[in-house]
C-alpha cells in the first residue's frame, strides 16, 4: 500500500517562507510524477507545482511561478515545495500526490495517491 505523508505546514508571515516535504511509503517516489495541489477556504483543489518522473520536468501554476520551487531528494524518497513570498492568499490545506502508471497525460493529471494534507496559513 502506498502512503503519502506531508509535513512542513504551518503559521507563516507575509513575505515569509516555507518548505513542506512529502515523503512516501510503499513505493519510490522518483519514479512517479509527484505534484503539489493546495485547496484554499471556499475554493476548489487545484494542482500548483509538479515534478515528473526521474525529475525530467517541472510544472508551477502562474499563481506560484516564481515563488515556489519544487525538488525531490531520491536518496530520501522525498518531494519537496519550498515555499518563498509567501502571501495570505496561500493560506490553504496542500496537498502531496502521485501519479504511476500508467501516466496521466499532464503531469498533475490522473494521481493515484494523496496524502492527508498540511495546513499553511499565513498572516498578513
Known amino acids: 500500500e502506498v502512503q503519502l505523508v506531508e509535513s512542513g505546514g504551518g503559521l507563516a508571515q507575509t513575505g515569509g517562507s516555507l518548505r513542506l516535504s512529502c515523503t512516501a511509503s510503499g513505493a519510490t517516489l522518483d519514479g512517479l510524477n509527484v505534484g503539489w495541489f493546495r485547496q484554499r477556504p471556499g475554493s476548489e483543489r487545484e494542482g500548483i507545482s509538479c515534478?515528473?518522473?526521474?525529475?525530467?520536468?517541472?510544472y508551477y501554476a502562474n499563481s506560484v511561478k516564481g515563488r515556489f520551487t519544487i525538488s525531490s531528494d531520491t536518496a530520501k524518497n522525498m518531494v519537496y515545495l519550498q515555499m518563498n513570498n509567501l502571501t495570505p492568499e496561500d493560506t490553504a490545506t496542500y496537498f502531496c500526490?502521485?501519479?504511476?502508471?500508467?501516466?496521466?497525460?499532464?503531469?498533475?493529471?490522473?494521481?493515484?495517491?494523496w496524502g492527508k494534507g498540511t495546513q499553511v496559513t499565513v498572516s498578513s
Open positions: 500526490a502521485a501519479d504511476a502508471p500508467p501516466y496521466g497525460l499532464g503531469c498533475l493529471d490522473g494521481m493515484d495517491y
Open positions: 515534478i515528473t518522473r526521474r525529475g525530467g520536468g517541472f
